[in-house]
């Protein structure tokens, strides 16, 4: 056998795989994630020089403006962030609120309240969680027992998503207004407010795109990326060669302390400046859910530092044997011969650059929703095959109106470069500071290893926060004011959805009353299934007992169902449903625990109530059975009492055959003999329901039946028996409708807090039933007053 055939062999197969979908990420990575980095030169040297710097122009400080863009380009986007901050993600997911979420599974720093002992297994699944370490160290002790520095710490990190998205609101702007700025060049006459205008118009068109979904957008984008990229990076090597062939000296950081003893304090204002070229960087990192982490170390390694690291060299260059009284711009370095093709590419690119911080806006946006620290919006997953695509409506337009306000108000720059630059640099230095406690807590690396990369890192991005603070009269207040909105607003949903489940945590049934009820509950027990939606993992929760004592009837089964978000990316399929009992076996009560990660999505299942049900028949076999030892292969229990695992690959059961059956709407007879069990009435308001629903002339249904298999214990074919015919009559949603007030003796913060914001954003947002694709004909709405 030749050397080539080896290729041919499932291994060479699978590493050719690899490389080829390492290469199409990477691609793609271009326009999606270096959008907003690949067009920072548009705005860097004019930011940089249009202050008290700008009479400071001459080949010496145009040397120490290009050793400083260079070294701070080297020490945190490829430092910092290729080559450490990349490395800390949350099972290939990255951001602020991955670290955060990261930290909260190796240490009890969250503030989640139903959180149970069998999540901790799903961890294990991580490579993170597999090399966790018992020993405690003595920081990790103190956070977890003050439950104020876990407040504190989900303040910062609250904080520090809210100046993304103060990022998605200036990235745009800027980058579009310094690409169409450039007609001001060949046309004089040209004035701000036509710069406004069709800086205006590219927004909408660019957020108009979305909707079309991160996939389709980066082969759409990728291209332009590319072009311009080698284009800047072409004439950055032009402008060195004819300009100044010395500007590589300024390589030297020796350039910068020369730099700086020339400039002085106004060398250190002009950092603002040159902080924009690195502007961006972050969504390396929140956009990691999108991509890989290879693939976009080896899109910035090979590609975009090279190019960017040109054309500021170029930029240096021409500015070393040109200057002027005014702020140079981009587009003076761009040779006359080509300015109309750089321009042309140059505005197709800045429209690109948005889209790096957008599609992050929305990674971090459902990062927050599922942990229940955001209002529900609605989410669509733009793409079948790939996580972490998405696409949230709400959050697209307010980012649009919010971009074009911006554009309007401020028609500058440089005065949106100012607010551009605190709000990267907020993020930025509370990424070092959640990076110090993963590699003390997480990595095990020694403290002062931790601590080294805290003060290295620190102290450079503290130098450049010094910076741009002094530049908030001038612009760089915007970003703090809609950040600490949207903090206060994911504050509020937090503390409101927290008091309400502590409300439901304390007042939930006792087992004790529901036993003296008797197995008919003290009432009518009707044909069917009720699924009652709640939030508690353990107990009965008081809307129950608040409907038994209104309504005199409730349904032969009873399943208490709870969705939670867990702080982990994925829940595998196999380990998403938690069942168990409720009260004795002749009570036909169960619990139903559906887990999903903050990356997962609650799809619109047809055969949700076909795996519950054989969910629980395989639940009512393994209790017969008496399989419930933790060594048992097919399922594991976890330790808050009867509760199992029930895995999807093992919901084959045997003592249960499904039988489809398909049907018309027109046909009323085979319709009537599906749900004879049904009242005449409920079956004509199924059927006008039916005929009103739009596109929907078909219906599939799947009927239960019990094997006739004699060695089925007889206990176990009475559960499954009342259970199958139970599902074939058919299922009921019933959902608390609830009112959440503040005590009367409540302080007026908390009955502001909870009486307005929170009732407000409750009224305002998606409603739980909608959120979890909850039939409407099929759901009941139980009416309750919260006093927390």
Request: proline share 4%.
């Amino acid at each position: 056998m030749d050397l080539e055939s080896g290729a041919d062999t499932p291994d060479g197969q699978q590493w050719k795989g690899y490389y080829k979908n390492l290469l199409l990420l990477a691609y793609q990575s271009i326009g999606v994630v270096y959008g907003d980095l690949a067009t920072s030169p548009l705005y860097v040297y004019k930011s940089t020089f249009s202050g008290q710097l700008r009479h400071y122009q001459s080949e010496e400080v145009a040397l120490g403006a290009f050793s400083l863009v260079f070294w701070t380009f080297n020490l945190i986007p490829l430092l910092k962030y290729v080559l450490i901050v990349l490395a800390a993600d949350d099972n290939g997911e990255g951001g602020t609120f991955a670290l955060y979420s990261l930290l909260c599974r190796h240490a009890k720093l969250s503030l989640l309240p139903h959180q149970q002992a069998a999540d901790d297994e799903i961890s294990m699944y991580y490579s993170m969680g597999r090399t966790r370490s018992s020993i405690s160290s003595p920081l990790k002790r103190f956070l977890e027992k003050h439950k104020k520095l876990q407040t504190s710490l989900l303040l910062i990190v609250l904080f520090g998503v809210c100046m993304v998205l103060g990022d998605g609101i200036l990235t745009t702007s800027l980058s579009v207004m310094s690409s169409v700025s450039g007609l001001q060049v060949p046309l004089d006459g040209l004035r701000n407010r036509e710069v406004v205008i069709i800086s205006c118009g590219i927004l909408v068109g660019l957020f108009a795109l979305q909707h079309r979904g991160t996939h389709r957008l980066a082969f759409l984008f990728a291209p332009i990326v590319l072009i311009w990229l080698l284009c800047i990076a072409v004439i950055g090597v032009y402008n060195t060669i004819y300009w100044n062939r010395r500007i590589y000296w300024a390589l030297s950081p020796h350039y910068i302390i020369r730099f700086f003893k020339q400039t002085g304090k106004d060398g250190w204002i002009a950092l603002g400046g040159v902080l924009l070229s690195i502007t961006g960087t972050e969504a390396m990192f929140a956009d990691l859910g999108h991509f890989t982490a290879a693939s976009i170390r080896l899109a910035f390694i090979s590609l975009i530092y090279p190019c960017l690291v040109l054309q500021y060299m170029g930029q240096a260059a021409f500015l070393s044997k040109n200057r002027s009284d005014d702020p140079p711009t981009f587009y003076d370095s761009i040779p006359e011969p080509v300015f109309w093709p750089v321009f042309v590419i140059s505005t197709l690119a800045a429209i690109v650059g948005g889209q790096s911080v957008i599609s992050a806006t929305f990674s971090i946006v459902n990062q927050c929703l599922a942990l229940g620290c955001f209002p529900r919006v609605k989410v669509v997953h733009t793409s079948r095959w790939i996580y972490g695509q998405i696409y949230i409506p709400e959050i697209n337009w307010i980012l649009m109106v919010l971009c074009l306000a911006v554009t309007i108000s401020f028609h500058d720059t440089t005065l949106i470069g100012n607010a551009y630059c605190i709000a990267c640099m907020i993020v930025m230095f509370i990424t070092v500071g959640l990076m110090t406690l993963v590699m003390i807590f997480i990595w095990k690396i020694n403290l002062v290893y931790a601590l080294g990369f805290l003060f290295f890192f620190g102290s450079i991005e503290a130098a450049y926060l010094s910076s741009t603070l002094v530049k908030v009269p001038q612009g760089a207040w915007v970003p703090l004011i809609p950040s600490f909105i949207f903090m206060l607003i994911m504050y509020v949903w937090h503390y409101g959805t927290r008091r309400k489940y502590l409300y439901d945590l304390q007042n939930k049934v006792s087992m004790k009353w529901i036993l003296s009820l008797g197995p008919s509950l003290g009432i009518v027990r009707i044909p069917g299934i009720g699924l009652i939606y709640t939030e508690l993992v353990t107990g009965v929760p008081a809307i129950f007992s608040h409907f038994v004592t209104n309504v005199p009837a409730f349904h032969k089964v009873l399943v208490f169902v709870c969705v939670k978000s867990l702080p982990a990316p994925h829940v595998p399929e196999d380990e998403r449903y938690l069942i168990g009992r409720i009260g004795p076996r002749n009570y036909h009560m169960y619990r139903c625990i559906v887990r999903y990660g903050y990356k997962d999505f609650i799809k619109d299942e047809e055969n949700f109530e076909d795996q519950l049900v054989l969910s629980i028949a395989k639940f009512i076999e393994m209790e017969a059975q008496d399989m419930g030892s933790a060594s048992s292969g097919s399922y594991t229990l976890s330790n808050e009492g009867r509760m199992a695992v029930i895995r999807t690959d093992d919901l084959s059961v045997n003592t249960i055959l499904r039988e489809e059956e398909d049907y018309t709407l027109g046909d009323e007879d085979s319709i009537r003999s599906i749900r004879s069990s049904r009242s005449e009435i409920v079956q004509r308001r199924q059927l006008v329901h039916e005929h009103e629903s739009p596109g929907i002339s078909h219906q599939h249904r799947v009927r239960f039946e019990l094997s006739p298999a004699n060695f089925i214990d007889p206990q176990v074919r009475d559960e499954l028996n009342v259970l199958i015919a139970a599902r074939n009559v058919g299922v009921t949603y019933i959902m608390g409708h609830s009112c959440v007030k503040a005590r009367k003796h409540s302080s007026f913060v908390k009955k502001f807090i909870i009486d307005i914001a929170y009732a407000f954003l409750r009224k305002n947002c998606r409603g739980p039933a909608v959120a979890l694709h909850i039939p409407h004909i099929s759901l009941v709405e139980v009416g309750m007053i919260y006093y927390v």
